[in-house]
């Protein structure tokens, strides 16, 4: 039996129906999944884990990012709506 290594749910899986490399998702936190290993099969969460510190800054960027996104999209729609 494999537990995701990110919420421990057991996964049904067999060692025999999986290659090395194969992405599987998680079904109790659908997780991304990479099998590193076979036989015993062990599971690598595919995640941004390494930049969890900057995990605030990068929400904060974002946000602001968005409104900012929000307004040029919005011109731009206006835009080409007047030229049709
Ligand atoms: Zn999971």
Known sequence: MVRCPECAV??????????????????????????VQTHPVH?????????EDDEEDEEEAEAEGDDGDLSEEAVEDEEEDFEE
């Open 10 to 35: 057991e996964i049904d899986l067999d060692e025999d129906e999986v290659d090395e490399g194969e992405i599987l998702n998680c079904p109790e936190c659908e997780a991304e999944l990479e099998v």
């Open 43 to 51: 599971l690598n969460v595919i995640s941004e884990d390494d930049d």
